[in-house]
């Protein structure tokens, strides 16, 4: 597993020294600077709407503004990042607006996929188009545990601080435990996607 690169982790200390200084505008704009792009293409791609996707990280860059000040640093700042992105992502999808939208019709998830198609340069071919349409209909948590794992190449430690819901901090041993329990799911979302793909014909029953 790759290890978050030298510079991002300088940076992460600048960051934090602002913090520490009190100055959270200066600390706001450096942390922008340094994950709004990964994490803006990593929603887009999670969600596979951008315009969605761009409304859920307006109101995710508001948050990361206004809880920087209070955030505790047990963890890496791209991993509170993600969490703050994962949480704002299931606000949207869980939404009274969200839940009241009239389903799609076939030829509306045509011309989504098509769009998606023409933003997305890994869903260009038919393959990879169906391939991104069954991980879509995954449960949205696995979604982001496979993104998360597989695009991003976090460590499940990483994972397991993402993934949590609760208000308290994880301790080590709590950490350590999620992360095995996440890791053994993982392998369980890949034989569900296997068999997805099996049954969709995109590859060999016996693969």
């Given amino acids: 597993m790759e290890a978050m690169p030298q510079e991002p982790e300088a940076k992460e200390r600048a960051i934090r020294l602002h913090c520490a200084e009190g100055n959270y505008d200066l600390a706001f704009s450096e942390t ?7 994490m803006l293409h990593f929603l887009i791609g999670a969600m596979c709407d951008e315009a969605a996707a761009q409304e859920v990280f307006s109101a995710f860059s508001e948050e990361l503004w ?19 992105l994962k949480a704002a992502c299931f606000r949207y999808l869980n939404s009274p607006k969200r839940r009241e939208q009239p389903a799609s ?3 509306q998830s045509e011309q989504a996929a098509q769009n998606r198609s023409s933003t ?14 069954i991980r879509e209909a995954l449960d ?3 979604q982001i545990v496979l993104l998360l794992r597989i695009n991003r190449q976090m460590s499940w430690a990483e994972i397991a601080r993402i993934m949590d819901d609760g208000e308290e901090p994880l301790t080590e041993a709590m950490v350590r435990r999620k992360a095995a329990a996440l890791r053994q799911h993982f392998h369980r979302i890949k034989e569900q996607l296997r ?3 099996s049954a969709a014909g995109l590859i060999p029953p016996d693969a």
């Fill in 32 to 38: 922008w600077s340094l994950y709004r792009e990964e």
């Fill in 105 to 107: 019709n076939p030829m």
């Fill in 140 to 142: 949205p948590n696995d």
């Fill in 120 to 133: 997305n340069p890994w869903l260009k071919t038919d393959v990879k188009r169906r391939f991104a349409e």
């Fill in 66 to 84: 206004k809880g920087l000040p209070a955030f505790r640093w047990e963890s890496s700042l791209r991993t509170w990042g993600y969490r703050l």
């Fill in 195 to 197: 068999e997805m793909a």
